[in-house]
């Protein structure tokens, strides 16, 4: 089995940072692309971020020149680090990765979600 776990998330002022992060364990072969998405109240869930394995990160174009993410292959660990936050980054944050656990089995997985809140 496999699981994401994610923490980091919380209150913060407009104009402030955070750092997520998501840890895989388990039954581990490779991990290929980790993602993390956002689902605002009413809203449907968007990709903020993709770090595919060995290649660029990709980002969305609201969170472009704030947010950064990156990966600890050696954890299985992925980061997002958000600043300069707005108000319309409130949202539930989600990791997301495509994970190999044989040789011949790749499937997506999601972490539990981590609430973000901007607010003064």
């Known amino acids: 089995q496999v699981q994401l776990v994610e923490s980091g998330g919380g209150l913060v002022q407009p104009g402030g940072s955070l750092r997520l992060s998501c840890a895989a364990s388990?039954?581990?072969?490779?991990?290929?692309?980790m993602s993390w998405y956002r689902q605002a109240p009413g809203k449907e869930r968007e990709l903020v971020a993709v770090i595919p394995s060995g290649a660029s990160a990709k980002y969305a174009d609201s969170v472009k020149g704030r947010f950064t993410i990156s990966r600890d292959n050696a954890k299985n660990t992925v980061y997002l680090q958000m600043n300069s936050l707005k108000p319309e980054d409130t949202a539930v944050y989600y990791c997301?990765?495509?994970?190999?656990?044989?040789?011949?089995?790749?499937?997506?997985?999601w972490g539990q979600g981590t609430q973000v809140t901007v607010s003064s």
């Open positions: 388990g039954s581990i072969f490779s991990i290929n692309a």
């Open positions: 997301n990765a495509l994970i190999r656990t044989t040789v011949l089995r790749t499937s997506n997985y």
